[in-house]
């Protein structure tokens, strides 16, 4: 079969589909591209913990689905993970990933005996799900049912898997195949898919160093862009250290967001998520002291503390599998080294980790389990946008750590950030800062320092890694309970803008015979000339006497003779190929339909040398093999059939009521000096009470130009992933504000760096934001709308006035 194509359209309409973040989106961009070779290579996606690889595995089923591919293989190395796993792509299931058009057949090494007929089907789409294990040669019984051949089938699943022409393996957990691992990297490729598609959060530095990464996303990143929680390294300045005051400092801290995580649900309507103390020890003595201790002084109720060790009964790891739900008794889980990948929950919201915390373990090991947000996104409430990691001990060690993540995702922005000074413990290390400095922002327990020289950005440290002195942590994060009932919202009498968004629906073109041509139906039958003759062979068994007159009997060949082949007239192939082709599901019984089935039918055989000559006769095999043929050529058309795109105009009110975005603590004045995620308040024509910028040249200094121009009566400011979004080639493009001037007329504002300003996807997003205006200019049911957009050399030239930046 021929390969597939690389389709960017596709891979939008996946993402919007499956609502996809911009970071999974963007990776299966990367995964489309690479899969257009289909010569076996391997590639892998880094994708930090908490991101969402399985959402990006679903995106790549679904592109796989939609460009013909109907046999995936789904690889994962452990039992969690793999029930997980087959629950995604289960519908009804509580973990199943809604979205997707394609239900695919999920086939295991439990039930495959019962996919026999769909394995055959190539209508259907076969998603085959494996741990690793399994796929390697048989030594239980559990691999011999891979390997063993079976009679329903007449071949072994893996050499069924390894004999289609159209495979791709998903490798989940890559890294677990690499490296030491080699035999399962082996039976891996062994299947020789067209691609191995590798998905980690971690990947082998072998693989790293051989290029195999064609997409990355760090945990930094993440951590910026707001997908997981941003992790609060929580120490005493009095030097206390022992074990218990850690313990009982953590227990406060899970109870503190208890509390938190109650009121925010109650307030927003959320289904209730309750935290959970996470401790990692070294060894099992330690974990069933600590479990001890938790059990007799912090957590006395039945059942609130989980000890999972090696030995674990299956109650204790069925009560692990339902710490998220709300009814569990669960308030601590205590482990040893053995919660890694697979454990996969977004209730932690504590960890005290009493083994070495390098900056490597507390990522990979630690760090990773308490990332996942409990709501699915930050709601500006410290308490639940955090994990504290309680490290009286080690603090100092984890300071690495945030220079790491710092360095990470800044190295980019040319802001270095450095320490100037700390809480009194860590001056005691005698440090002291060294070069020039152009400003300062304090942060509770540290002060950083920042050079101005790139565009005076000041980028807000506690968007990545926080280090806080026990009380004061204790404080904010009673202080966001308290403020989990209050919501930014319209201030009185601020008008509900009416956005026209202009959205695209991709209709299927209504398919029929005749988008079959006339060299395709040729080409195909000129595969079925002439049938293979069957010969029988001729064993003669002869008898003879020898030299000392004994008989010996021995067998002779003799010239082979054809084999009688069972044959149809040429007429009645011809009928059967009409009763197979017209009677598909995907044809439609018209006249035109039939003509056109004619026609396909007339090309096919002419191409096998029919010419009418009511002699010529063909076995009853080649016409089976003809049939199975065309339907297969039929099917394959309809499902690449093109898609028509239609546009309409669908009506969003911003802001969006009720309010869902819970007030962010603190709110500084717009006077203040501008930081990068920080919340400013004090406006006097903002629609909403509250807004947040990511650049004072631009952003914030138009923000500020709006609310005092004389000829702008109201301004909202819009963020990514709202409901007001323009359609463009690379996804959905977000200005950054919505104005009223005092004739009406509604402005969408974008202001842009000048060093961006020429970028390539921005000037595309300009383009397609100028065409919006038109077009809902051009229908007149939506006032007049105008686009502006605005350099930071523009608005500084602007000197703050309104007037003198739309005339530029």
């Known amino acids: 079969m021929s390969w597939i194509e690389y389709e960017p359209q596709r891979v939008e309409a996946i993402a919007a589909r499956l609502d996809l973040r911009d970071a999974n989106r963007r990776a299966l961009h990367e995964v489309a591209e690479h899969l257009v070779e289909g010569d076996g290579r391997e590639f892998i ?89 399994t796929l390697l040669k048989p030594s239980d019984d559990m691999r011999r049912k891979i390997h063993d051949e079976n009679e329903s089938m007449g071949e072994a699943l893996y050499a069924h898997l390894q004999w289609l022409d159209d495979l791709v393996v998903l490798a989940d957990e890559h890294h677990v195949y690499s490296g ?27 693989d790293v160093r051989a290029g195999k990464v064609v997409f990355r996303y760090t945990l930094a990143e993440a951590i910026a862009d707001g997908l997981v929680k941003i992790p609060v390294v929580v120490y005493r300045e009095d030097g206390t250290k022992d074990t218990r005051s850690q313990l009982a400092d953590a227990c406060h801290l899970r109870d503190v967001k208890e509390a938190a995580w109650r009121a925010y649900a109650r307030a927003s309507a959320k289904a209730t998520v309750v935290p959970v103390l996470f401790v990692v020890c070294e060894e099992v003595k330690k974990a069933e002291q600590i479990a001890e201790t938790l059990r007799a002084e912090f957590l006395t109720e039945p059942d609130q503390v989980l000890l999972i060790t090696g ?114 413990a860590v001056k005691a290390s005698g440090e002291q800062p060294q070069g020039p400095v152009a400003s300062a922002m304090t942060q509770r327990g540290l002060t950083f320092v920042f050079d101005d020289a790139h565009g005076g950005e000041v980028v807000d440290p506690s968007v990545l890694l926080m280090v806080q002195e026990y009380n004061t942590t204790v404080e904010q994060q009673e202080k966001g309970t308290a403020a989990t009932v209050q919501f930014v919202s319209p201030v009185n009498n601020a008008p509900r803008i009416k956005f026209p968004r202009l959205e695209r629906q991709a209709i299927p073109t209504k398919f ?8 395709q139906s040729r080409d195909l039958g000129s595969k079925y000339l002439s049938d293979e003759s069957v010969y029988m062979k001729r064993v003669a068994l002869d008898a003879e006497r020898g030299i000392d007159g004994e008989v010996v009997i021995g067998e002779r060949f003799l010239e082979e003779e054809k084999a009688h082949i069972e044959t ?28 056109a089935a004619s026609n396909v039918i007339g090309w096919f055989l002419d191409g096998a040398g029919v010419t ?23 099917i394959k058309a309809y499902e690449l059939r093109a898609t028509t795109p239609t546009w309409e105009f669908n009506v969003v009110e911003v802001p969006v009521l009720p309010p869902s975005r819970p007030m962010p603590s603190p709110i500084l004045s717009k006077w203040a000096d501008f930081a990068k995620g920080v919340w400013y308040g004090d406006w006097q024509k903002s629609v909403e009470n509250v807004s ?37 080639e690379g996804g959905r ?52 709308w105008r686009y502006l957009f605005a350099t930071e050399t523009a608005i500084k030239v602007s000197n703050g006035r309104w007037l003198d930046l739309i005339k530029q």
């Open 45 to 133: 996606c880094d994708l930090a913990t908490g991101v969402g690889k399985t959402y990006l595995a679903a995106g790549v089923l679904e592109y796989l689905a939609e460009a013909g591919i109907r046999n995936v293989v789904m690889i994962v190395p452990l039992d969690a993970i793999y029930e997980k796993t087959i629950q995604n792509f289960t519908p009804g299931s509580r973990k199943y990933i809604e979205g997707a058009v394609w239900e695919p057949v999920v086939v295991t090494a439990e039930n495959f005996r019962q996919h026999v007929d769909d394995m055959n089907d190539l209508t259907k789409l076969k998603l085959f799900i494996f741990k690793v294990q």
């Open 180 to 206: 030491d691992a080699e035999k399962y990297g082996a039976t891996i490729r062994d299947l020789g898919a067209r691609a191995i598609v590798g998905l980690t959060a971690t990947p082998n530095k072998a």
């Open 311 to 424: 030995g674990s009964s299956d109650k204790a790891l069925r009560s692990l599998k339902a710490v998220e739900d709300p009814t569990s008794p669960v308030r601590a889980v205590v482990s040893v080294d053995k919660l890694k990948e697979g454990w996969d929950v977004r209730n932690i919201g504590v960890i005290v980790s009493f083994r070495p915390l390098l900056s490597a373990t507390l990522t990979e090991q630690v760090l990773g389990r308490g990332l996942r947000l409990p709501f699915g996104e930050r709601t500006s409430i410290e308490a639940i946008d955090t994990v504290d990691i309680v490290a009286h001990e080690s603090y100092r060690q984890l300071l690495a750590s945030k220079q790491a993540l710092l360095e990470q995702v800044l190295e980019e922005r040319a802001v270095a950030a450095k320490e100037l000074s700390t809480t009194s």
């Open 512 to 519: 029929s015979l005749s988008c079959i041509t006339q060299q």
């Open 568 to 595: 149809l007239p040429w007429s009645t192939v011809k009928k059967q190929l009409e009763t197979k082709v017209l009677g598909l599901s995907v044809i439609t019984s018209t006249l035109t339909e039939f003509q």
């Open 612 to 634: 009418g000559d009511e002699h010529v006769r063909w076995s009853v095999k080649r016409t089976a093999l003809a049939t199975r043929a065309i339907e297969a050529m039929i």
């Open 692 to 728: 947040s910028f990511d650049a004072r040249t631009t952003e914030f200094s138009l923000a500020q130009m709006l609310d005092s121009a004389a000829h702008v009566k109201w301004w909202l400011r819009i963020y990514t992933n709202g409901p007001a979004w323009i359609e463009w």
């Open 733 to 784: 493009y977000f200005a950054d504000f919505i104005a009223i001037d005092t004739n009406g007329h509604y402005w969408l504002i974008e202001g842009k760096a000048d060093d961006d300003a020429n970028d390539e996807s921005v000037m595309a997003k300009r383009k397609a934001a100028e065409a919006w205006v038109e077009q809902v200019n051009e229908v007149g049911a939506y006032g007049q």
